[in-house]
Each structure stands twice: as structure tokens, then as C-alpha cells.
């Protein structure tokens, strides 16, 4: 049972303490005198810098973000002061940073950031909380990355209650936290606002659910409890929990109409945000809960060699995400379904729909997973303005690693009739690489590479080929596994959704000037982009037809076959029309079903198969 815990006993639970630190900790007062205006005010108070100039960065990266985000454009009124507190000149040598000089050895800089964001990357500041993503908020001394940070929060006048939810550790009082160096600091979001806590112990871990979402004591009650059998469903696969270094692990939850939607892991705690309510998307906010916590093992610790350190100035390039994001999103839904929050026909969706991302789509022969990881530095950001092809070219690494990680799952079960499972490849890693943590807080001292991972899978299979034909065929080459057959076992059909329906490619549409105008990039092997038709092309008329909206255009395809060669009237983006023959494909897309759901009779082996797999493993 979740156990709620009031406002009061927050703070007796925080074991105070002064660390010992090496060098004189950097020092940041954040205030917020106009939240409606979503600005914060920061002072970073930086002592013993010595006599040359003093670089303050902000963060072009955040931890878990693979793209640049560039926070320092939401920096403005930029003020510095010297030992003697007398303001000093400070200039812009680069876009993403302030240098001070002649400073006496200490450095005060002030500045106010922008922030109207509530999410895992962002700022948000406003009159119902602040929601502090470090990188987007903190200005950093260049140099300084042992340097400890106590951070100093003012609440708003008249919001005195609030308090903050962090997996920083505790100061001298309940609103002051510290951080041991600038890779914790900045790996530590703070929600300060009106949260609402609960909290939970297993196995001798303390786990904290800090809320600020607008639903009931009673739902977020009820929700916790789910989240409990997540964490609790999780531990079997690595078979314990990693040591936390602030004493627990922090969900840190924002429900609010104004949030947007995301997830975003870090050492000791995640940040999970939605615009929904645990009363109306619980599915979906226990979906986001399982893949952040599965993360406190992969990612977190369980780490790619290409994401650590974490690099504030510049991408970390990482072809292996496939496998760290992909793995845990494999594992979100297998979850749900462990912990008897979703139900076989969910989960079979949830399954049929990664299969088709990857076996269906072209794009698959442009990039290997690994090569699909480090795109990662251009996709997983804001959308560029320039138009892309990646709709044809590009598979994002979370559908495409699940969709491995469904494969060798499978595999394995088959293979070694049970006794082997991704379960056991997960533990291996952890074992190897997560498990001996680091040699200082924030680090990890043993990352893997590609090579390691695979060196991982021999292990536990007992068969370098095997996992080097894996790796070959379906992590660095353009295969994807045949789902049909590997499912089999589970009394699970996987079959064309709409067999004997015509169809001419996935594409987006949207209304043009002389008919329908194709709104993204045709997919190779597409009926459309077999008869030359492309993004900004319109279809005026197809078969005789005009053709309005897309309603129209279904309208047409559904009334004829696969094979059918309807002639169609296709206006270019200059207005220049042409006739063109389209030849109808079968509709690829695909559904997943249970046997018994399609007239079949479940055996007791695919009845095995199946609980050992999708059921309870505690
Ligand atoms: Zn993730």
C-alpha cells in the first residue's frame, strides 16, 4: 500500500548534513518575483576562481536529450560583480556564453531566464509552480565541473507553502539542497510548487511519488498503488534495485492541462509530464511511469560509453540507443502486462504496432539501428524547418530497439525452450556494467560499447555466433526478424489487418489548390511513389473522380483491389498537371491477435509460453 505522507513530515525525512567539501561550493539563489511573467530571477555566486577570466556557460544539451537545445536564448539582463560586489563588465564571446574578468577571485552574476515549458527538457515558471529542468536554467563556471552547488530557493510572495521535490540532497533547511558536483547538478530537476507526496518502500528503497497534477488525494492514491507493482514487477528482471544516491528515487509528476508530454530518466528520479489526468489516461501515465523507471537501470547506469560524461557543450553521439531507449520501451509495455495493468489485446496492439514501424517501413535499408541511434542528435528536438525526408529515410530508435528487443526475446524463449530470455541479457548488463556504479557520484565508471553488448548476449546464450549473427543481421544490418513466426509460440497471430484492401502509400494530405495536395514524403515501393508523385504534388482526379479531401480519395481506393491501375490527374507544385497510372498495392498494415480470438484453440505449451512471458514473474 502507497503510504501519504503530509507536508510536515517531508522535511523530518530529509537526513540533513553539511558534505565535506573540496573546494568552496558554486552558490545559486533562485528566486521568482513575477511567475505570472514565467522568468526566474538567478544569482550564481562562484568563490575562488583564481586571477583569469571566468567563463559562464549555459548548457546546449540536457541530460537524457540527444539534440542541442541551446538554453542560453532565454538568458537576458546579464549582470556581474567582483569581490568587492562592485559590478564589472561582462561580455558575449560566444552565443552560448558570459566571460568576466578582473573579478578578484570571486565571481557574482545575475540574470533572469525565460521559461513557459513543462516538460523534461525545459523551464516553467508560473503562479502555480516552478518546473526546473537544470540545463535550461543554470549557468555554469567552465572548468568547474568537481565544484559542489547549494542552491537556495525563494518561493513567490504569498507561496510560502510550496516545496521542492528533487533528487538533490538536503541543505541546511527545507529550502535548501545541494549537489556534489556539475554532472549531478545537472542530471537533479526540481519541481517547487504545491506537491503532493507519497511515498513507498521495497526492498529496503525508498520511493517517492511527488505530484502536482489537479485530480483527487483518492486517485492520486489509487494511481501510486499501480506504480508500486511497476517498480515492484521491474526488480525481477535485474534482481535488485541500484543504491540511490540521495537515499531514494523521486517520481517527480506534472498532470496539469498546461503540461506537455514526456518522460525524462535521470540517476535518482524522473520527471513525467502530461496534459492528462490519472482519472481519464492512467494507461497511458503508467506506460511513461514503466519505461522512466525501467531507465534508472538502462541509461542511468546500465550506460552507453558515448553518453558519458554527459557533455554540456556539445551532442553526445551514441549509436546504441536503439538499445537503451529501445530495450526500455520494450519493457514498458511488458511491464504493464506483468503487473496486470493491461490486458492481452493492449499489449498485442501496443506489440503490432512496433512490428509495423519497423518491418514495414523502407527506411529500414537507409539505416541499421546503430546508425538510426545517432540521428538522434538531429530528430530528438524541435522539428527543423527545412523539409526532411526522414518519414522515408528514418526509424526512430525507440519503435526500432523495441522491436529488436521483441525479436531477440522471442528468440531466446524459442531457442532455449525458456531457460534463456532478454530478462537474463538485461541482468547481464546490469551485472557487468551497471552494477559497479561510480567512483563518483553522477558518473559511471564502466560504460559499454556496441561491442560489449554484444559480447553480453554471448555470454548469457553461451554462443559468441549467435549473438554475432544477432548484432549482424538486425542491430548493424537492415533485417527485421520474422515476428510472424516468432509469436507463433505465444498463441499470438500476427496477420494483415484488412487482407484483400487496396492501398497506395501512407502519406500525409492536406487540402491544395486544385485538389489534394501530398503533404510529406512518399515511401519507396509505395504505389504513389512508384508513379513519380511526391510531397507537393496534388491529386486532382483519380479513376474519373475528383478528388476534394481525403475522404474522397478513400473513398476511391476502398471501391477498388490490389493490382488495380487507376489513372489519375496530378498537379505539380508549379500547377502543371500530368496523367499518371497508379497500380494498387495490398494494405500492408498489420494487426496482432490472439489465437482463441480468431478461432483457433490456444495449446497449453503457447498458454506456457505466454505466462512465463507476458504474466507476473514474482
Ligand atoms: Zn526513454
Known amino acids: 500500500m502507497a503510504r501519504v505522507i503530509c507536508t510536515a513530515l517531508l522535511a523530518s525525512l530529509l537526513v540533513a548534513g553539511a558534505p565535506a567539501w573540496a573546494a568552496a561550493p558554486v552558490e545559486y539563489r533562485l528566486s521568482f518575483p513575477a511567475p505570472e511573467h514565467h522568468w526566474m530571477q538567478v544569482e550564481v555566486r562562484v568563490p575562488e576562481v583564481g586571477a583569469g577570466p571566468v567563463d559562464l556557460r549555459m548548457s546546449r544539451t540536457s541530460p537524457g536529450r540527444y539534440a542541442l537545445h541551446e538554453f542560453a536564448k532565454n538568458v537576458y539582463d546579464v549582470r556581474a560583480f567582483d569581490a568587492n560586489d562592485r559590478e564589472i563588465p561582462v561580455v558575449q564571446p560566444d552565443p552560448f556564453g558570459w566571460r568576466v574578468e578582473r573579478h578578484g577571485g570571486v565571481v557574482r552574476v545575475e540574470y533572469k531566464v525565460f521559461g513557459d515549458r513543462v516538460d523534461g527538457t525545459y523551464l516553467a515558471v508560473d503562479p502555480t509552480h516552478a518546473h526546473i529542468n537544470m540545463p535550461a536554467a543554470l549557468m555554469f563556471a567552465r572548468g568547474l565541473d568537481d565544484r559542489g552547488a547549494i542552491l537556495t530557493f525563494t518561493p513567490p510572495a504569498g507561496r510560502e507553502t510550496w516545496q521542492?521535490?528533487?533528487?538533490?540532497?538536503?541543505?541546511?533547511?527545507?529550502?535548501?539542497?545541494?549537489?556534489?558536483?556539475?554532472?549531478?547538478?545537472?542530471?537533479?530537476?526540481?519541481?517547487?510548487?504545491?506537491v503532493a507526496l507519497q511515498t513507498f518502500v521495497l526492498d529496503g528503497r525508498t520511493f517517492r511519488f511527488a505530484a502536482h497534477h489537479d485530480g483527487t488525494g483518492a486517485e492520486l492514491d489509487s494511481f501510486v498503488r499501480d506504480v508500486r507493482e511497476i517498480v515492484a514487477e521491474q526488480r525481477t528482471i535485474f534482481g535488485e534495485y541500484p543504491a540511490y544516491d540521495s537515499g531514494h528515487y523521486t517520481f517527480l509528476a506534472d498532470y496539469l492541462p498546461y503540461a506537455s508530454g514526456d518522460g525524462m530518466e535521470h540517476r535518482n528520479s524522473t520527471v513525467i509530464s502530461a496534459a492528462g489526468s490519472i482519472r481519464q489516461d492512467r494507461g497511458r501515465l503508467l506506460g511513461t511511469v514503466a519505461h522512466e523507471f525501467f531507465h534508472n537501470w538502462n541509461v542511468e547506469r546500465i550506460r552507453p560509453r558515448a553518453l558519458e560524461?554527459?557533455?554540456?557543450?556539445?551532442?553526445?553521439?551514441?549509436?546504441?540507443?536503439?538499445?537503451?531507449?529501445?530495450?526500455?520501451?520494450?519493457?514498458?509495455?511488458?511491464?504493464?502486462?506483468?503487473?496486470?495493468?493491461?490486458?492481452?489485446?493492449?499489449?498485442?496492439?501496443?506489440?503490432?504496432?512496433?512490428?509495423?514501424?519497423?518491418?514495414?517501413?523502407?527506411?529500414?535499408?537507409?539505416?541499421?539501428?546503430?546508425?538510426?541511434?545517432?540521428?538522434?542528435?538531429?530528430?530528438?528536438g524541435g522539428r527543423p524547418i527545412d523539409p526532411t525526408n526522414w518519414s522515408t529515410t528514418y526509424i526512430s530508435y525507440y519503435p526500432y530497439g523495441a522491436a529488436i528487443a521483441l525479436a531477440l526475446d522471442l528468440t531466446l524463449r524459442e531457442r532455449f525452450d525458456g531457460r534463456v530470455t532478454l530478462d537474463d541479457f538485461m541482468r547481464a548488463?546490469?551485472?557487468?556494467?551497471?552494477?559497479?556504479?561510480?567512483?563518483?557520484?553522477?558518473?559511471?565508471?564502466?560504460?559499454y560499447t556496441l561491442a560489449d553488448a554484444e559480447r553480453s548476449l554471448a555470454e548469457v546464450t553461451g554462443s559468441p555466433a549467435f549473438a554475432a549473427e544477432f548484432f549482424a543481421r538486425y542491430v548493424t544490418g537492415h533485417e527485421a526478424a520474422d515476428y510472424e513466426r516468432l509469436l507463433a509460440p505465444a498463441g499470438l497471430l500476427l496477420?494483415?489487418?484488412?487482407?484483400?484492401?487496396?492501398?497506395?502509400?501512407?502519406?500525409?494530405?492536406?487540402?491544395?489548390?486544385?485538389?489534394?495536395?501530398?503533404?510529406?514524403?512518399?515511401?519507396?515501393g509505395s504505389p504513389l511513389y512508384d508513379a513519380g508523385i511526391d510531397r507537393g504534388d496534388e491529386v486532382v482526379e483519380l479513376a474519373g473522380r475528383p478528388v476534394a479531401d481525403a475522404r474522397a480519395l478513400a473513398a476511391v481506393v476502398s471501391a477498388a483491389g490490389p493490382g488495380d491501375r487507376l489513372q489519375a490527374t496530378i498537379a505539380d507544385r508549379a500547377g502543371t498537371t500530368r496523367r499518371v497510372t497508379l497500380?494498387?498495392?495490398?494494405?500492408?498494415?498489420?494487426?496482432?491477435?490472439?489465437?482463441?480470438?480468431?478461432?483457433?484453440?490456444?495449446t497449453e505449451a503457447q498458454r506456457t509460453f505466454r505466462r512465463r512471458w507476458l504474466g507476473s514473474q514474482r
Open 495 to 524: 496477420r494483415r489487418r484488412q487482407p484483400g484492401a487496396a492501398w497506395i502509400g501512407d502519406v500525409r494530405f492536406a487540402s491544395g489548390t486544385s485538389g489534394l495536395r501530398v503533404d510529406s514524403a512518399t515511401v519507396p
Open 309 to 380: 560524461p554527459f557533455d554540456f557543450e556539445a551532442p553526445n553521439m551514441s549509436g546504441e540507443l536503439w538499445l537503451a531507449e529501445g530495450f526500455t520501451q520494450y519493457y514498458g509495455p511488458l511491464t504493464l502486462s506483468r503487473a496486470g495493468l493491461a490486458d492481452l489485446s493492449t499489449t498485442a496492439a501496443t506489440l503490432a504496432g512496433l512490428i509495423s514501424t519497423v518491418a514495414l517501413n523502407p527506411a529500414r535499408l537507409v539505416r541499421g539501428a546503430d546508425a538510426m541511434s545517432r540521428m538522434a542528435v538531429f530528430t530528438d
Open 164 to 194: 521542492v521535490a528533487t533528487q538533490l540532497l538536503p541543505g541546511r533547511h527545507r529550502l535548501e539542497f545541494t549537489a556534489p558536483n556539475l554532472q549531478y547538478l545537472m542530471d537533479s530537476p526540481v519541481e517547487f510548487g504545491p
Open 583 to 602: 497500380t494498387l498495392a495490398g494494405d500492408p498494415s498489420v494487426e496482432l491477435v490472439a489465437v482463441e480470438e480468431a478461432g483457433g484453440r490456444l
Open 429 to 447: 548488463m546490469w551485472r557487468t556494467y551497471g552494477k559497479p556504479g561510480g567512483s563518483r557520484v553522477g558518473y559511471v565508471d564502466r560504460p
